[in-house]
């Protein structure tokens, strides 16, 4: 199975900063990584699939980069909002699998 | 508006059965791909099984294969997952899941709000 990593497991800001999270594949998947937004008790939310496709009613300051192995997630300014866990997802194999996902606290 | 409404969790006793249900409207339902996703509380997505449009395909992660059956009946616009053989590490929230395509090779477009299944004895 293809192993998904993110980094960092937890990541503390403020409104207004700029944020990445990487995700990494254990073998390429060129550009097939999904990005979900999860807030406590609620179901995941696409944010990005195709590495960067950004889904519709998605705020523009999220954005996807990477391709092969290496992924990032930036958020430009932090919102209230965005204070949530992302995961992200490959689907290059029918095997899913979903990085480990990354909390995103308010300092 | 597009809407998944799973059904069918409850609290299990260890080696018994249970059967989780997804109501799908507000798209043509026979067209794409579907998806079972659970989570544990507090933990990660854990993908569990697939099925394509047709029901042509399907996929189980290796922690579920030979336990758990995917199917679905496009006429009543609805996904199933008959889970046997139940551990407590089957216990978790799981959620139904469209695919962006026809088969469940594509990513969840659209999540479930999910059903509890608690496995205990």
């Known amino acids: 199975d293809i192993q998904m990593t993110q980094s960092p497991s937890t990541l503390s800001a403020s409104v207004g900063d700029r944020v990445t999270i990487t995700c990494r594949a254990s073998?390429?998947?060129?550009?097939?990584l999904a990005w979900y937004q999860q807030k406590p008790g609620k179901a995941p939310k696409l944010l990005i699939s195709r590495a960067s496709s950004l889904e519709s009613g998605v705020p523009s300051r999220f954005s996807g980069s990477g391709s092969e192995t290496e992924f990032t997630l930036t958020i430009s300014s932090l919102q209230p909002d965005d204070f949530a866990t992302y995961y992200c997802q490959q689907y290059n194999n029918v095997f899913h699998t979903f990085g480990q996902g990354t909390k995103l606290e308010i300092k | 508006e597009v809407q998944l409404v799973e059904s069918g969790g409850g609290l299990v006793q260890p080696g018994r059965s249970l059967r989780l249900s997804c109501a799908a409207s507000g798209f043509k339902f026979d067209v794409y791909g579907m998806h079972w996703v659970r989570q544990v509380p507090g933990k990660g997505l854990e993908w569990v099984s697939g099925?394509?449009?047709?029901?042509?395909?399907?996929g189980y992660a290796d922690s579920v294969k030979g336990r758990f059956t995917i199917s679905r009946d496009n006429a009543k616009n609805s996904l199933y997952l008959q889970m046997n053989s139940l551990t407590s590490a089957d216990s978790a929230f799981y959620y139904c899941?469209?695919?962006?395509?026809?088969?469940?090779?594509?990513?969840?477009?659209?999540w479930g709000k999910g059903t509890t299944v608690t496995v205990s004895s």
């Open positions: 899941a469209k695919a962006y395509g026809d088969s469940y090779y594509y990513y969840m477009d659209v």
């Open positions: 073998q390429s998947i060129s550009r097939w």
């Open positions: 099925i394509s449009w047709n029901s042509g395909k399907i």
